[in-house]
């Protein structure tokens, strides 16, 4: 079964508002997380590592300030879209470990925004 | 993290094993080989992973050479179900390591 889940599955919102993403271990503690981001026909692309007690780690071209990362708990960590524009509009994962060092990610379902 | 190689598309009969290759001829050897596959509009989803030798779990077989430059995953009767893109990744297992996504090969299993 999942071990990884996401919240919402898809979402559409207006340009200029803001969308939370949910990402949920189950049944285990994850200190990190990373979110992907999917464009159309593109492969995964991290966005962030989100760390549990301190700061996410954004990679090169991705706003910080526009994609605030949350991990306030060892089993959630929250992803929100500020201020959403159409150019946003993309397939959002988040994926946990779960087990030791060499354990493969386990990933969430995903979730599909669409920015009107 | 070493570079991957895989074809860009395949197709498979239904019924038929289906054997992706890989290409990591610069994986270095505490590098694993993991591999996953993202059905459309879904996340990615764990396939099975190794250091060196052949793996096998219900899902697939893992063969990877003895000199470590390539592997092949084999799903031994495919079915319409397992069309998807199959993503093979080399990296250091690190509790802290992500997973870098090339463009995948994707299988289409025709009827």
């Known amino acids: 079964g999942a071990v990884v889940s996401q919240h919402p599955s898809w979402v559409i919102c207006k340009s200029g508002t803001s969308v939370k993403i949910e990402c949920r271990s189950l049944?285990?503690?994850?200190?990190?997380m990373f979110w992907y981001r999917q464009f159309p026909k593109q492969s995964l692309m991290l966005m962030a590592t989100?760390?549990?007690?301190?700061?996410?780690?954004?990679e090169q071209g991705v706003e910080k300030d526009k994609f605030l990362i949350n991990h306030a708990s060892l089993t959630l960590s929250t992803l929100t879209v500020t201020s959403a524009h159409p150019e946003d509009s993309s397939f959002y994962i988040c994926s946990a470990r779960k087990d030791g060092w060499n354990s493969p990610l386990h990933f969430g379902n995903g979730t599909r925004l669409t920015v009107t | 993290d070493a570079k991957t190689t895989q074809p860009p598309s395949m197709d498979c009969a239904e019924g038929r094993a289906a054997n992706l290759p890989c290409n990591h001829s610069?994986?270095?050897?505490?590098?694993?080989v993991y591999w996953y596959r993202q059905i459309h509009s879904q996340g990615p989803q764990y396939i099975i992973h190794g250091l060196k030798n052949n793996e096998t779990n219900e899902m697939a077989s893992l063969i990877i050479t003895e000199d470590r430059k390539s592997s092949t995953l084999i799903l031994p009767h495919a079915t319409l179900r397992d069309t998807a893109v199959y993503y093979c990744i080399v990296r250091v297992a690190d509790y802290g390591q992500n997973f870098v996504f090339g463009p995948g090969t994707r299988l289409s299993v025709l009827p």
């Open positions: 610069t994986i270095s050897g505490n590098e694993y």
């Open positions: 989100s760390n549990e007690g301190s700061k996410a780690t954004y």
């Open positions: 049944d285990f503690q994850a200190t990190t």
